[in-house]
């Protein structure tokens, strides 16, 4: 089943908003501060990279092209990683406050 028209520019474009949501969070929560870091901090860290880094992919494998011409499979993979890399985003900035 194809998916809707509009279905890649609005998965890319969403996913290039909550990348530059992660950016401004890093810049905010401290990412140069010349204190030492805590395993905490290394997983905010780690958690903000493993989410930038589907975030990045999501373009990518929206926009790859695929066999049938009418097939959906790189949409979804898109769309799982779009809502891998939210979740991770989200939950590096939940850590970062509530620790």
């Keep these: 089943m194809p998916s809707p028209t509009g279905s890649v520019p609005a998965l ?16 905010y929560w401290g ?8 395993v905490v901090d290394i997983v905010v860290f780690v958690s903000a990279l493993i989410g930038f880094g589907c975030l990045g992919l999501v373009p990518w494998m929206a926009t790859s092209p695929v066999e049938p011409e009418n097939s959906d ?14 979740i991770a985003i989200w939950l ?8």
């Design 92 to 99: 590096a900035v939940a850590i970062s406050v509530v620790f």
């Design 73 to 86: 499979v790189r949409i979804r993979v898109a769309r799982r990683l779009f809502l891998t890399g939210v």
């Design 12 to 27: 890319s474009a969403a996913s290039a908003t909550i990348f530059s949501i992660g950016i401004v969070f890093l810049g």
């Design 31 to 38: 990412l140069y501060e010349p204190t030492k870091w805590r």
